[in-house]
């Protein structure tokens, strides 16, 4: 498992890579959007396309992740995850609180317009 980030001006995206394990992905991904909000950064894609496999630890930090951001407008968005992916995360309701891309680049261009239009509830 590889988990590295891509921070920009207002956003950042996570991209997950191989197997997300339960103690290990959680935990790190927690501290890294921790860090994040306590500077500000209140917009977070985490990109599957790359991911093998996940467990409910993923759940557990996306449902953290909105809590953390929500209060402050910002958002969370899934980025390209597979069909079994995004079916298992449409299971639990994790599409009622973020939006799905099919590609990062699609996710920075509607943070773009959203931010123009100064609208980012998705």
Do not use: W
């Not at 980030?5 to 290990?24: A, D, E, M, R, T």
């Not at 991904?29 to 500077?39: H, P, S, T």
């Not at 298992?88 to 009622?96: E, S, T």
């Amino acid at each position: 498992m590889e988990i590295t980030s891509n921070h920009q001006k207002n956003h950042v995206i996570f991209s997950i890579k191989g197997n997300l394990h339960q103690k290990v992905g959680d935990q790190t991904l927690k501290l890294a959007i921790q860090d994040y909000i306590e500077n500000d950064i209140v917009y977070f894609g985490f990109d599957f396309s790359e991911t093998t496999y996940f467990n409910s630890a993923i759940v557990n930090l996306l449902f953290y992740c909105y809590k953390q951001v929500f209060s402050r407008n910002g958002t969370i968005s899934l980025i390209a995850p597979n069909f079994n992916q995004e079916e298992a995360l449409r299971l639990v309701g994790i599409h009622k609180i973020s939006s799905i891309y099919s590609s990062e680049e699609d996710f920075v261009k509607d943070i773009e317009i959203k931010k123009s239009e100064g609208s980012f509830r998705f």
